[in-house]
C-alpha cells in the first residue's frame, strides 16, 4: 500500500465510503481516506485475533491484573459503570466504593450550588480554583472547557498546574479569598508541583481569611489522610481515588469534582453514560465494527507498516481545544515504552507523537507543514454536525473547512494541476514555470473524520473512552504496558536533588557540578 495514491482507490470503487466507515454508538468514523483497503482492514483484525486482543479486552473489563509492571487491575472504566452492575475483584465489590464515593461527590456539588456550604466568611463560592498536574489537571479542564454550554451559573473555574507559580498568582488576582474554594488534586498529596501550588493558595486564604478558614475553603482528593489532616483540609470536604485508577484515566472519578461542580450532577451522570455505552460497545461488538479496535489497528498500520512518526488531532470545534493535549498524556504516557510486558527491549516502533489544536487556528500555523513537507503525518478530524455555539451558520463554516481539509490532504495538487490554474488566472508563461514547483502538494496524507451530532455530557463521555480504549488496542499489538509511566518519574527524581541546587549555585558551581556553566548564569542574574 506504501506506493498507492487514495484518491485512485476512490475512483476504482465507488463503495469505498461504505465499506471504510462505521456508524456506532452515535459516532462516525471515516477512514477511507487512510491507505487501507478492505483487505489491509481484515489482515489488521486478523493481527488482532492473533494478539488475543478480545481476551485482554475481556481481562480489562473484567478487574482482572493488567498493569503488570504495578501489579493492579486498571479499573478507570468501573468508575463510569452502572451502580447497580457488581465488580468483583479479588472476591470484593469494588462498585461499592465507587457508589459511595460517587454519591459523596454529588452530595457536596449539590450543597455548594445550593448555598449549604459556604466560606469562612458566610458567602457563597464564586471561584473555584483546581490545583494538580497531569490528569489531575488535564481531564478537569479540558471537560469543564468543552461543555462550557452546559456550565451552571454563579462559579468561575480556574486551573493551576505549572509549577513556576504564574498560573496561581493569576488565578489568585482574579479572585476573591471569601468567596473561592480550592481543590488541591494530589493522589499522594506529596506532587511537588501540585502541593507547591497548594501551600502557596492557603498562604493567601490564611493571610486574609484566618487559619480556621482552611478546612472551609479546601477540598481534596487523595488517599494520603495524615497529609490533609497537616493541610487542614476538613474531614467532609475529602474525596477518595483509588491505585487502581491512573493519572490520566481519572476524570471519571473524584479528580472530576471541578467538573461536576461546573455542570451539574445529571450533567455529569450523563458524561459517565456516554462512556459507559462505548465501554459496552468496546466489550461486545465484533472486531470489524469496533471503533477503538479499527482506530487502534489503523494506527499501528501507519506506525508500523507505514513508518509514519507523527499524529495530528484536529476537532472542528473550539471548545475541543484543550483535548489534543489531553490526549497527547493518554497515547504518549501510555504508550511510550521501550521494553515488552515481561521486560524484553522490543525492536519494533511503538507510541507515536500525538499533538494537535482546534482546525481553523491550525490551518493557520502548522498547515502548511503539514500540507508540503517531505515527512509524513497521519490525521484525525473530529467536528459536530450542529453548533454549540448556537450559530449554525459559523457551524457550516467550521465544517465546511473540516471537509475541504481532510479531502484536500487526501487529494494534493499535482504540478499539473497548479500550471492550468496559473494559466487560467492570466500571468505569463514564464511566471507558470516559476510558481508551479511551489504549489504543488503531494496529498496522500492519510486521515480519518470523526463526526457526531453535537458535544454534549455524553458524546464527550464516548469521545474519552473512544481514545481510551483506541490507546489500549495499540498497547496490546505491541505488548506493552500502558497503565504505568517509569519515564514521568526520572525527572522528578532529579529535581528533588537539584533544588537546594539551584538555591545555592555558588556551592554547586565549586563542586565541579555537570551543571555548573548553566548554574553561573543562575547565580549572575540573581
Known sequence: MRGQRVRDLFRADPRRFAQLSREEAGLLVDFSRQRVLPETIALLIQLAHECDLGSRIAALLSGEIVNDTERRPALHTALRRASDQPLLVNGRDVMVEVRREREKVFAFVRDVQQGRILGQSGKRFETVINIGIGGSDLGPVMAVEALARYRLSGIEFRFVSNVDGSQMVDAMGLANPETTLVIVCSKTFTTLETMSNARLARHWIVERLGPAAVSRHFAAVSVNHRAMDEFGVGAEQRFTMWDWVGGRYSVWSSIGLAVALAIGPENFSAFLAGGRELDEHFSGAPLERNLPVLLGLIAVWNRNFLGIPSHALLPYEQRLHRLPAY????????????????????????????????????????????????????????????????????????????????????????????????????????????????????????????????????????????????????????????????????????????????????????????????????????
Not at 491550525?362 to 455555539?389: N, R, W
Open 327 to 526: 490526549l497527547q498524556q493518554l497515547e504518549m504516557e501510555s504508550n511510550g515504552k521501550r521494553v515488552t510486558r515481561d521486560g524484553r527491549v522490543i525492536d519494533y516502533e511503538t507510541g507515536a507523537v500525538l499533538w494537535g489544536e482546534p482546525g481553523s487556528n491550525a490551518q493557520h500555523s502548522f498547515f502548511q507543514l503539514l500540507h508540503q513537507e517531505t515527512a509524513d503525518v497521519a490525521l484525525d478530524f473530529l467536528a459536530p454536525v450542529q453548533s454549540s455555539s448556537g450559530l449554525p451558520e459559523k457551524q457550516n463554516l467550521a465544517l465546511a473547512n473540516c471537509l475541504a481539509q481532510a479531502h484536500a490532504f487526501m487529494t494534493g495538487e499535482s504540478e499539473e494541476q497548479a500550471r492550468t490554474e496559473l494559466a487560467a488566472s492570466g500571468i505569463d508563461e514564464a511566471r507558470v514555470a516559476q510558481l508551479a514547483a511551489h504549489k504543488v502538494h503531494p496529498g496522500n496524507r492519510p486521515n480519518s473524520v470523526l463526526l457526531f451530532q453535537r458535544l454534549d455530557p455524553p458524546t464527550l463521555g464516548k469521545l474519552i473512552a473512544l481514545y481510551e480504549h483506541k490507546v489500549f488496542v495499540q498497547s496490546v499489538i505491541w505488548d506493552i504496558n500502558p497503565f504505568d509511566q517509569w519515564g514521568v518519574e526520572l525527572g522528578k527524581k532529579l529535581a528533588d536533588k537539584l533544588t537546594p541546587v539551584v538555591t545555592d549555585p555558588a556551592a554547586a558551581i565549586a563542586s565541579g557540578h555537570e551543571l555548573g556553566g548553566l548554574l553561573e548564569y543562575v547565580a549572575r542574574w540573581r
